[in-house]
């Protein structure tokens, strides 16, 4: 059966960053793979879309250019805040705030997004709401281990 549209596949893959030399920052093996029913948003669209077709025993192997995953990294957003105004406004002490890690921050209107802390100085924090793999090219290399009936028909 190859995996179509409401497929239920069950695979093992690898990611890395730029190509298959690149950074591995996720992996599935055998031992623990991953099954989701494609077209029901587990996956990305385009990740799914290189799966179609395929049929349990099939390797794959592609790269999903980053604009179509998580899109460029847009230095608009990163923003600096005055130090103690994003304390402050977003009810965080001097220990809830570190270099490399995430913060939320609330928007005037109430919508609270998570951001990385780029840079702390005595006056400002340097905040990045780029998604972690904006920008980035991600490598997939795996291997189809199950595929069943579609979901809808069960």
């Known amino acids: 059966m190859v995996i179509d549209k409401n497929s239920k596949v069950t695979f093992t893959f690898e990611m890395k960053i730029g190509n298959?030399?690149?950074e591995k920052i996720q992996q599935f093996?055998?031992?623990?793979?991953?099954?989701?029913v494609i077209g029901?948003?587990?996956?990305?669209e385009p990740f799914e879309q290189q799966l179609i077709?395929?049929?349990?025993?099939d390797d794959f192997e592609f790269?999903?250019?980053?604009?179509?995953?998580?899109?460029?990294y847009r230095e608009e957003a990163v923003h600096r805040y005055v130090r103690?105004?994003?304390?402050?406004d977003n009810d965080l002490d001097?220990?809830?705030?570190?270099?490399?890690?995430?913060?939320?921050?609330?928007?005037p209107e109430g919508l609270e997004f998570s951001g990385l802390v780029a840079e702390i100085t005595p006056d400002a924090v340097t905040v990045d709401f780029n998604h972690p793999l904006a920008g980035k090219d991600l490598f997939f290399k795996g291997n189809i281990l199950k595929v069943s009936e579609p979901a809808d028909q069960k």
């Not at 029901?40 to 990305?44: I, Y």
């Not at 077709?53 to 025993?57: E, R, S, T, V």
């Not at 001097?94 to 928007?107: H, S, V």
């Open 20 to 22: 298959a030399d690149g």
């Open 84 to 88: 103690t105004t994003l304390l402050t």
């Open 94 to 107: 001097e220990d809830d705030i570190e270099e490399g890690m995430y913060i939320p921050i609330e928007t």
């Open 29 to 36: 093996e055998k031992s623990a793979p991953m099954t989701v």
């Open 63 to 72: 790269v999903l250019l980053h604009s179509d995953t998580y899109g460029p």
């Open 53 to 57: 077709g395929l049929k349990a025993g």
């Open 40 to 44: 029901q948003g587990n996956l990305l």
